[in-house]
């Protein structure tokens, strides 16, 4: 595949032999961001993360995990500052009761007003939840929200829209008629592409080749050729990449012949030897 593609939620640690699936990766030259349910997988994800410049650890807390290992709260703050990528976190009220609902609301709120600001890039689960999700969110600024799998109505999906968050989408939402119905809404400059594997679901796991898939999928939803959906979907995948640099990130300027420093000596010892050889 000519174009690089970045999953930008996927389970590293989950994995049996995580080596194995950052070899795949590399090999596909794909790149990955790599979510942690739990903040004390986060140093072992970096380190697996750390010979592979297309890799990028993120520093998690799942809500389903919220009611059992509340106490991981000050080893996420311990780690914080150390990247610029935060997820999975959220909330999931599907199988939750009140006092954990109550709970994730706590823990969620806690990350976020610390990331307040901060430009970081947040991967967001929400299930049955995204109207409270929203409320959390809305006096959250300056950072790059990702919303992972998204499920929610369409009411929801506007007020997400309009406030400028991202969607990553997978090959199992295309196979139902809400996922599509869901990704027709999505703007194409917000759509960027995820397998969220290991995890299965009733399509099964979605692979790495699956990534692969996701644009002829998204021409035939969006009715625009594979070359397009792949320009936009790498400005995307450019732009949440680059977005905590942002500030310092400067694209190099091409120098011209006139400004090359140390040019003008050159020419003139080149010249001098010119005229020596002669
Ligand atoms: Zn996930």
């Known amino acids: ?52 410049n297309s890799a990028y650890p993120s520093l998690g807390f799942h809500p389903e995990l919220v009611k059992d290992y509340s106490n991981q709260i000050s080893l996420f703050m311990d780690f914080v500052d150390h990247t610029s990528f935060i997820g999975e976190i959220g909330l999931d009220y599907s199988r939750s009761s009140d006092i954990e609902k109550k709970k994730q609301r706590e823990i969620l709120e806690k990350i976020l007003s610390y990331c307040n600001k901060k430009r970081k890039i947040i991967s967001i689960h929400a299930r049955k939840a995204e ?94 050729s594979i070359d397009e959906i792949m320009e936009q979907i790498s400005r995307n995948q450019r732009e949440i990449i680059y977005y905590n640099n942002k500030l310092n990130y400067k694209e190099p300027p091409t120098p011209s012949m006139a400004t090359v420093e140390g040019r003008g000596d050159f020419k003139k010892l080149v010249s001098g030897r010119a005229r020596y050889c002669l």
């Open 1 to 52: 595949m000519k174009y690089k593609l970045i999953d930008t939620h996927l389970h590293l640690d989950l994995f049996d032999v995580p080596s194995m699936s950052i070899d795949k990766y590399k090999q596909k030259n794909h790149g990955f961001i790599a979510m942690t349910n739990l903040p004390f997988v986060f140093k072992a994800t970096e380190k697996l993360c750390v010979d592979y």
């Open 131 to 224: 109207s409270d999700l929203l409320k959390i969110l809305e006096g959250v600024s300056q950072n790059l929200f990702i919303l992972h799998w998204f499920s929610g109505t369409s009411r929801s999906l506007e007020t997400a829209l309009k406030r400028g968050y991202y969607f990553s989408v997978n090959i199992s939402m295309m196979k139902t008629k809400k996922g599509r119905e869901i990704i027709s809404e999505i703007p194409i400059d917000r759509i960027l592409f995820e397998t969220d594997m290991p995890i299965v679901n009733k399509y099964g796991m979605c692979p790495i080749n699956s990534l692969e898939a996701l644009p002829e999928y998204l021409s035939k939803i969006k009715h625009i």
